[in-house]
């Protein structure tokens, strides 16, 4: 993951982040990815999340047990309102 705060005289900092989760990854990562929305909620009114998740959140059938990392990401994601 890297961030990058970006400043305008004329506006409000903003955060930029760009994420790469590989495909077999541990839910560990989720995990990480929340605390640092968190600490970075707090701070930014506007976060710009971009990246390789290897969630595919267009799937018809997001509850089977292979998209497990799809339903994680969408409750965190949720969970801030993104």
């Not at 790469?20 to 999340?49: G, H, M, Q, T, V």
Request: with cysteine; proline share 5%.
């Amino acid at each position: 993951m890297l961030s990058i705060e970006v400043k305008n005289k004329n506006c409000k900092p903003f955060l930029i982040t760009t994420w790469y989760r590989p495909p077999k990854a541990s839910d560990d990562c989720f995990e990480s990815f929340e605390n640092y929305l968190k600490i970075a909620d707090s701070k930014y009114k506007e976060i710009y999340i971009l990246g390789d998740l290897n969630c595919n959140s267009l799937t018809n059938n997001p509850t089977s047990s292979l998209e497990h990392h799809t339903l994680r990401l969408i409750d965190i994601l949720n969970n801030y309102q993104m």
